[in-house]
């Protein structure tokens, strides 16, 4: 994989830079700027190369129309202020472009090209729609590590057309996974949470083999709470998802891994009541369980103290009550405590926990924060990405 910093003179070369500003809007306002604030590098890099840059994003999906709501207006204003350089958004239907109506101004450096999933032809991969985009440019650089699963035209099929690199952000997330996948340090511990094992089962199983703890927290340690013979009363679980329990089992007899989920809980009779410690065999019909009880915080605080390698996806309660954050944030604070004297190396995804730990303050005390959703659990799973396998 080619890395656009190692290329020598792009002064006024026209650069393709596909990034993923889908950030949330909110009444034409973003209401969290942490995937902009990630694609600055590469924009300033390619401002001091002296780079015509033609910026590809998309927000929400439009599904091949055109939708106001879901214009980059404010998010071109956005990295014009953080930037302090004029952007030009250019709203005219792209099919009309020629490469010379992109730059008439000399003084202009940076054009937006209005959101491209209002083009039906994206999403399809379509192959002229790419060729026409890739007409634009003399090359291509992919900093959008988020969309990088997509096989969509200006991921993928663009690649095709113009000699394509990998940008600083994709190139910083692919080796920040590295380190929790191939090139690892162990010990090495998972901590995976979320509502459904269904959209986690494929992680888990491929990542047994390679790590020492997979801590299983959150909504979807209630079903193997519940496989285990245990009730759990009125909380979230996903149906039909014995058999990827016992999957998960079945492969770790062949793996010196283990898995860790709560032996004690913390329950409440509504989301916003206040919280009381339970054991497993002490759960009634009305309970619903909203974070790990104190014997299981402990439990994976000497894990993590324990660990060189640690990996979190998905909090370990429901977070948004104060009284049930408990877990989560003491599994942030010890994470953290341990990266101060770089004894730990720490990637943390998903959109849940990044938002626990902005919550918290503690962003800046990871070692590497995903925002990619999707591509970041594909690529944990093993699988091979439409926008990187283009890349390479």
Same mark, same amino acid.
């Given at each position: 994989?080619?890395?656009?910093?190692?290329?020598?003179?792009?002064?006024?070369?026209?650069?393709?830079?596909?990034?993923?500003?889908?950030?949330?809007?909110?009444?034409?306002?973003?209401?969290?700027? %942490?995937? +902009?604030? $990630?694609? !600055?590098?590469? /924009?300033?890099?390619?401002? =001091?190369?002296?780079? #015509? @840059?033609? &910026? *590809?994003?998309?927000?929400?999906?439009?599904?091949?129309?055109?939708?106001?709501?879901?214009?980059?207006?404010?998010?071109?204003?956005?990295?014009?202020?953080?930037?302090?350089?004029?952007?030009?958004?250019?709203?005219?239907?792209?099919?009309?472009?020629?490469?010379?109506?992109?730059?008439?101004?000399?003084?202009?450096?940076?054009?937006?090209?209005?959101?491209?999933?209002?083009?039906?032809?994206?999403?399809?991969?379509?192959?002229?729609?790419?060729?026409?985009?890739?007409?634009?440019?003399?090359?291509?650089?992919?900093?959008?590590?988020?969309?990088?699963?997509?096989?969509?035209?200006?991921?993928?099929?663009?690649?095709?057309?113009?000699?394509?690199?990998?940008?600083?952000?994709?190139?910083?997330?692919?080796?920040?996974?590295?380190?929790?996948? %191939?090139? +690892?340090? $162990?010990? !090495?511990?998972? /901590?995976?949470?979320?509502? =459904?094992?269904?959209? #986690? @089962?494929? &992680? *888990?199983?491929?990542?047994?083999?390679?790590?020492?703890?997979?801590?299983?927290?959150?909504?979807?340690?209630?079903?193997?709470?519940?496989?285990?013979?245990?009730?759990?009363?009125?909380?979230?679980?996903?149906?039909?998802?014995?058999?990827?329990?016992?999957?998960?089992?079945?492969?770790?007899?062949?793996?010196?891994?283990?898995?860790?989920?709560?032996?004690?809980?913390?329950?409440?009779?509504?989301?916003?009541?206040?919280?009381?410690?339970?054991?497993?065999?002490?759960?009634?019909?009305?309970?619903?369980?909203?974070?790990?009880?104190?014997?299981?915080?402990?439990?994976?605080?000497?894990?993590?103290?324990?660990?060189?390698?640690?990996?979190?996806?998905?909090?370990?309660?429901?977070?948004?009550?104060?009284?049930?954050?408990?877990?989560?944030?003491?599994?942030?604070?010890?994470?953290?405590?341990?990266?101060?004297?770089?004894?730990?190396?720490?990637?943390?995804?998903?959109?849940?926990?990044?938002?626990?730990?902005?919550?918290?303050?503690?962003?800046?005390?990871?070692?590497?924060?995903?925002?990619?959703?999707?591509?970041?659990?594909?690529?944990?799973?093993?699988?091979?990405?439409?926008?990187?396998?283009?890349?390479?």
């Amino acid at each position: 994989m080619n890395s656009i910093k190692d290329q020598k003179n792009l002064n006024k070369k026209k650069v393709l830079l596909r990034l993923d500003l889908n950030v949330p809007l909110k009444n034409g306002s973003i209401t969290d700027e %942490t995937r +902009i604030n $990630k694609i !600055i590098p590469i /924009i300033n890099f390619l401002i =001091k190369e002296q780079s #015509k @840059i033609i &910026i *590809i994003s998309h927000v929400g999906r439009p599904k091949g129309k055109i939708t106001t709501g879901l214009s980059l207006k404010p998010i071109c204003e956005n990295i014009e202020k953080k930037i302090n350089r004029k952007i030009r958004l250019v709203k005219e239907d792209i099919f009309k472009l020629k490469k010379e109506d992109l730059f008439k101004n000399s003084n202009d450096q940076i054009v937006f090209l209005e959101n491209i999933r209002f083009y039906k032809e994206e999403e399809k991969n379509d192959a002229k729609f790419a060729q026409h985009l890739a007409n634009f440019a003399d090359l291509y650089v992919n900093d959008a590590f988020s969309c990088s699963h997509r096989a969509h035209a200006s991921v993928s099929k663009i690649t095709e057309f113009l000699p394509s690199f990998a940008g600083l952000q994709l190139e910083t997330e692919i080796s920040a996974l590295k380190k929790v996948t %191939t090139e +690892i340090k $162990k010990p !090495i511990t998972c /901590i995976i949470g979320g509502s =459904k094992i269904s959209t #986690k @089962i494929g &992680i *888990i199983k491929n990542l047994i083999s390679k790590f020492d703890n997979i801590i299983i927290v959150g909504g979807m340690a209630n079903n193997i709470i519940k496989y285990n013979g245990n009730q759990i009363g009125k909380s979230i679980k996903e149906e039909n998802c014995d058999q990827m329990i016992k999957e998960i089992f079945e492969t770790l007899k062949s793996h010196s891994c283990k898995i860790i989920f709560p032996e004690d809980v913390l329950i409440g009779k509504n989301l916003d009541d206040e919280p009381q410690i339970k054991e497993l065999d002490d759960i009634k019909d009305d309970d619903i369980i909203l974070d790990i009880g104190p014997k299981t915080l402990d439990k994976i605080k000497v894990i993590i103290k324990n660990s060189e390698t640690v990996l979190w996806n998905g909090p370990a309660g429901y977070f948004e009550n104060p009284n049930f954050a408990n877990g989560s944030y003491n599994i942030a604070k010890a994470i953290t405590n341990k990266n101060k004297n770089n004894s730990i190396y720490s990637v943390v995804g998903g959109g849940d926990t990044i938002a626990l730990i902005n919550k918290i303050k503690l962003i800046e005390n990871f070692n590497f924060v995903s925002t990619a959703g999707g591509a970041f659990l594909e690529y944990l799973e093993g699988k091979e990405l439409p926008g990187i396998k283009a890349l390479n």
